[in-house]
């Protein structure tokens, strides 16, 4: 087994480097299949995200894969390499399946516990098997990284906790309300926070988002996005009262919201709750709303303290997710050189036999007098020798799978005997 990988990411090269290396969707196979066909490759594997390009191989067990991986990527990029070089990683072996459970468990990724990048691993190895590179040893290995990723996500709580403004906020409204299926969302002010707010709360269920701002069209434009409807920045208060999440952000240096609006607002609604999600600063309502009953105010800070604590919870969670890690890739190291002990050890059975046959062929004359009974006697004693003989490397080789010092023993134990690769 010789594993390399090669690769660049988030925390290893900036934005405008990693756009350099980044290779489509729409090329990966083509560009597969240039890698196997370069000498030594027998398996590859590109996964190219926004945050990482990485290219993993199987490469013959007396290649030196590097130089192949060097030329390959200076010439799919069309690029001078050593401008990138101390941007990039290399992994060699045990590394790359710790690496790729790692990344398909989310513990790599820019923000640790997201569920993209399994999704994003499974299409980059079906793309690999379409194209004919995916189908050993390393095939194996990136099978059993899908696992482990589905593992953790089952197994811990890493990605159930939101670590960004707008998703605690949907998490908070679904506190509040149970189910955001069918709720109305009123969207004042069109700035970006708004926009990433508005659009969780839509994915998860809410539906009628109202959008008011001082600029007219970028309301529009923002409303047009999710299917819904611009409103003129005087009439916010004739709309909110018909709204049962408020996400507000409007840059005004003076609070537009007042307590005594909210009073009238609960009055009319026959107190059914509203929930205000404040993201301005200055802030666009009035702290002494979260004083009034059914509603609901949470402002940046509130949000920021939230994100924190669910940060702090998807790392302890990240602790066991890293020894799932651990302990599956013991086993798949088990597993691989297992299968790479096979072939040695029916080499090493077959050498000593040849050994012992050809001993016994040159004592035949001598043997000549025995009866068939002690020629089997005979041929019984050593063949017992031979096993005897086989018992101590043959179980010193299976016990070393999964060691660092594996390939040394395997290569050791040839030399010793004789064995040929």
């Not at 072939?343 to 043997?367: D, H, Y």
Request: glycine letters at 6%; hydrophobic letters at 40%; aromatic letters at 4%.
């Amino acid at each position: 087994m010789n594993l390399v990988l090669v690769g660049i990411n988030h925390r290893t090269a900036p934005v405008e480097v990693r756009e350099k290396m980044v290779i489509q969707e729409a090329r990966q196979a083509a560009v597969l299949t240039d890698l196997v066909r370069r000498e030594g490759i027998r398996e590859g594997l590109i996964l190219s995200t926004c945050n990482r390009t990485e290219i993993a191989v199987r490469a013959d067990s007396s290649s030196e894969p590097e130089h192949t991986l060097r030329r390959f990527l200076a010439d799919t990029h069309h690029c001078n390499l050593e401008l990138y070089e101390t941007h990039l990683y290399w992994l060699r072996q045990r590394e790359v399946v710790e690496h790729l459970f790692r990344v398909a468990s989310s513990l790599d990724s820019m923000i640790v516990g997201e569920a993209q990048i399994l999704g994003q691993v499974k299409q980059a190895a079906l793309i690999a098997r379409e194209a004919g590179a995916l189908q050993g040893e390393l095939h194996d290995v990136v099978e059993h990284a899908l696992a482990v990723g589905r593992r953790v996500r089952r197994e811990t709580a890493i990605g159930v906790a939101s670590v960004s403004v707008s998703t605690a906020a949907v998490e908070l409204a679904r506190s509040i309300f149970g189910s955001l299926e069918g709720k109305k969302v009123f969207i004042l002010g069109s700035g970006k926070m708004s926009e990433l707010a508005a659009r969780s709360l839509a994915s998860s269920g809410a539906r009628d988002i109202l959008v008011s701002s001082r600029n007219y069209d970028r309301a529009v434009d923002l409303a047009t996005r999710f299917h819904g409807e611009a409103v003129p920045f005087d009439r916010i208060f004739h709309h909110l009262a018909h709204a049962d999440i408020a996400i507000c952000s409007t840059g005004s240096p003076h609070m537009l919201i007042r307590k005594s609006y909210v009073e009238e607002l609960l009055s009319a609604r026959k107190n059914r709750p509203i929930f205000f999600i404040d993201l301005a600063v200055p802030r666009d309502v009035d702290p002494a709303v979260d004083e009034l009953d059914n509603a609901f105010l949470y402002d940046i800070d509130d949000l920021g303290r939230v994100v924190q604590n669910n940060r702090e919870q998807r790392k302890r969670e990240a602790t066991w997710a890293e020894e799932i890690v651990q302990q599956e890739a013991d086993r798949m190291m088990r597993r691989l050189e297992s299968k790479e002990l096979a072939p040695t050890i029916v080499a090493l059975e077959k050498r000593l036999q040849s050994i012992r046959e050809g001993e016994l062929a040159r004592f035949n004359g001598r043997l000549a007098e025995l009866t068939s009974d002690q020629r089997e006697s005979v041929n019984a004693l050593t063949q017992a020798i031979l096993s005897k003989i086989l018992h101590g490397p043959v179980s010193e080789l299976k016990d070393a799978a999964g060691r660092p010092d594996h390939s040394t023993l395997v290569q050791l134990v040839r030399r010793i005997f004789g064995v040929p690769d």
